[in-house]
């Protein structure tokens, strides 16, 4: 296999994994190490595997990063149907106007969500694969969950964010039943030093009882034009019922998604 002309290797290689490209492929010999520390090679996985076209001058580092993290077409949001909590941060305060200031944040440690089964409390809702999903259930007093994606360590650089300018997609699913909600979420969008650079808001009341079905609303949105110094993005929702029932039966959330997708 030693003799085989490079192309074909490389058609070899390109199957493998990057852990045996990595543990195995560039131990066994310096031809083959250089072969895969070529930057061609991984600018054709990254565009047969990932769907990503690199076409501007690009350093290995970076390439081999971004195979690795794929972060387009990928939701950033960690357990955005309610698997648990983990990664999300709570807080209690509430937001009133544009923008809105992330030095306001203050964690709060509270059992203020609780996660719902597939039909408890409101109407069942399904994933893209038509698969029942969790809930977070929120209670009588506003309370919030957030995440701040840090778009370098998901395996972009200043550079693939100014060349490949991926859009970025928001979407959020929010239910109840019986009771009416006030529903909130904001989408920042920071430099690396916290500035913001821009961001969405949306609030809704609702007021009327509905005691037969519960509602499924779904928030979208798309950041296309933003700043080249873009490194984070702030995912922050929340609400609470609108009669003060003991118990959870304020605004439902689940299917958060912030997803990165290059448009040609």
């Given amino acids: 296999m030693h003799q085989l002309p490079n192309e074909?290797?490389?058609k070899i290689f390109k199957y493998l994994s990057f852990g045996d490209l990595v543990k195995s492929v560039n131990l066994t010999c310096k031809k083959w190490a250089s072969l895969i520390e070529d930057k061609n090679f991984w600018l054709l996985k990254l565009k047969d595997e990932r769907g990503v076209e690199i076409k501007f001058e690009c350093d290995l580092k970076s390439l081999k990063f971004l195979y690795i993290k794929n972060p387009i077409e990928r939701n950033l949001i960690?357990?955005?149907c309610c698997e648990s909590l983990d990664k999300w941060s709570i807080t209690n305060k509430i937001?009133?106007?544009?923008p809105f200031n992330l030095g306001n944040l203050q964690d709060f440690e509270s059992d203020c969500f609780v996660i719902e089964?597939?039909?408890e409390c409101s109407s069942s809702i399904y994933n893209e694969l038509n698969l029942p999903?969790?809930?977070f259930a929120t209670s009588s007093t506003f309370i919030f969950k957030y995440q701040i994606i840090d778009l370098y360590s998901e395996g972009l650089t200043k550079e693939l964010l100014t060349n490949l300018k991926p859009v970025i997609h928001i979407k959020d699913s929010a239910g109840r039943l019986y009771l009416g909600y006030h529903y909130c979420i904001q989408i920042v969008l920071y430099d690396e030093n916290f500035t913001i650079l821009n961001s969405v808001c949306f609030n809704e009341s609702v007021y009327e009882e509905n005691w037969i079905n519960?509602?499924?609303k779904e928030f979208n949105y798309s950041f296309r034009e933003y700043s080249n110094n873009l490194r984070?993005?702030?995912?922050?929702?929340?609400?609470?019922?609108v009669v003060n029932w003991t118990g959870f039966y304020g605004v439902k959330l689940t299917n958060s998604q912030v997803v990165l997708k290059v448009e040609n």
Avoid: A, P, T
């Fill in 78 to 80: 960690q357990n955005s």
């Fill in 117 to 119: 089964e597939y039909n």
């Fill in 214 to 216: 519960g509602n499924w």
């Fill in 8 to 10: 074909i290797l490389l």
């Fill in 133 to 135: 999903i969790k809930k």
């Fill in 232 to 241: 984070y993005v702030l995912f922050y929702h929340g609400g609470r019922d």
């Fill in 95 to 98: 937001f009133n106007s544009i």
